[in-house]
């Protein structure tokens, strides 16, 4: 599935919520990270089971309405951090027993909507894209790069097969008229050879330029990676996964960690499982 899309919905509904809950059983208490609080639907069911706490985090500031009204209902109960997930080792956890962390690697109803954010190819105004402590936007992209770094952009976060042909109009309309999002739109629906009838023309560019924009390749790995590390022994890591360069990553990692290595069979072992959700 892509992340980028344009939902028919108009409320957000966090996903495979019943299936992570009987996953992470909150009902037995613990402490649970929620590195994507977004619209805070995980977290509100774990904070429904009066032995549980959880420390939530997200990158983007516009979450900070829906935590402060869950630290106002759950006082002690609810922290909340505005990070990257890619920093959940820097969080203070000396005096916390983590049992699960979870990642939702998609985007919210809210997110995608939101005209400001830029990340539906159906919104009007200024490419944005940026989901919160970003250098740069898919404005700064999409007007400043040459055409290989674009196509490189395209081809391999987005795997989009015309990118060649999108990067070169891209360069050829820029020297016209600054691009916004419609005049990108175009630019692709006329540099496709191949129109896909399932798919807007637009997702593939759209996805790669939000990918590159949020750093979200590195992200993930960073994040999973600090997140086997503040796991206590027994916990659980569940990943909501989107689209296929996600799903590689993750693979790769848990198999990494499954391999079975050479150590003295004196040392202790700590077990950790990971739940991986497609």
Known sequence: MIATIIPKKKKHYS?????????????????FIDCTLGQGGYA???????????????RDKDTKKIALELEKKFKNRFV????????????DLRKEKIKAVIFDLGYS????????????????????????LNKFSAKD?????????????FKY?????????IAYKIIKER???EIDTQKLVKIIETSKIKKNYKTHSATKVFQALRIFVNKEISELIY??????????????????????????????????LSKKKSVSRYMPQKKKKIIYLN
């Open 223 to 256: 994040g999973l990676i600090n997140a086997a590390k503040v796991l206590d022994e027994g916990g659980i890591i569940v990943i909501v996964s989107f689209h296929s360069l996600e799903n590689k990553k993750i693979k790769y990692f848990f198999k990494s």
């Open 44 to 58: 509100k069911k774990i904070l429904e089971f009066s032995n549980t706490k959880v420390i939530a985090l997200d």
């Open 80 to 91: 909340f951090k505005n990070k990257k997930f890619s920093e959940i080792n820097e969080l």
């Open 15 to 31: 996903v495979l919520l019943d299936e992570i809950i009987s996953i992470i059983t909150p009902q037995y208490g613990g402490t």
């Open 175 to 177: 020297k016209i008229k």
């Open 109 to 132: 109803y809210t997110q995608i909507k939101d005209p400001k954010k830029g990340l539906s190819f159906s919104a009007s105004g200024e490419l944005n894209m940026k989901m919160g």
């Open 157 to 165: 976060f987005g795997e989009e097969r015309d990118s060649k042909r």
């Open 141 to 153: 992209v999409i007007n400043n790069l040459d055409k290989k770094d674009l196509e490189k952009i």
